[in-house]
Nanobody, 123 residues
Framework: QVQLVESGGGLVQAGGSLRLSCAAS??????????MGWYRQAPGKQREWVAA???????NIADSVKGRFTISRDNAKNTIYLLMNSLKPEDTAAYYC???????????????WGQGTQVTVSS
């Protein structure tokens, strides 16, 4: 069993920044051996992938947020981060942490999800 807990969401004005965190835990979970990702879901829309990071620290970012969002990890703290700069109203969504895997350079979401943290960007 893996537990993922997100934090760091909130209300911010357009152009502002937020840093989301996701702490992972589990009795048999090896955080440093696993890829992790961030997804988001806006009201009335499907959940979409935002960013992913491999166990070795390689990253992939969705085109919609490339150049503004950065994903990172701290294996000593079993935590991943999503630094979001130049936020836009269309970034408003619930953001979810996911434990998944890479295959042939593509991130595949796994079955473990956090509860989500709300990000609201006002114009």
């Amino acid at each position: 069993q893996v537990q993922l807990v997100e934090s760091g969401g909130g209300l911010v004005q357009a152009g502002g920044s937020l840093r989301l965190s996701c702490a992972a835990s589990g009795s048999i979970y090896r955080f440093d051996s696993n890829a992790m990702g961030w997804y988001r879901q806006a009201p009335g829309k499907q959940r979409e992938w935002v960013a992913a990071i491999s166990s070795g620290g390689n990253t992939n970012i969705a085109d919609s947020v490339k150049g503004r969002f950065t994903i990172s990890r701290d294996n000593a703290k079993n935590t991943i981060y999503l630094l979001m700069n130049s936020l836009k109203p269309e970034d408003t969504a619930a953001y979810y942490c996911n434990a998944g895997r890479y295959y042939n350079g593509i991130y595949y979401g796994g079955s473990y999800w956090g509860q989500g943290t709300q990000v609201t960007v006002s114009s």
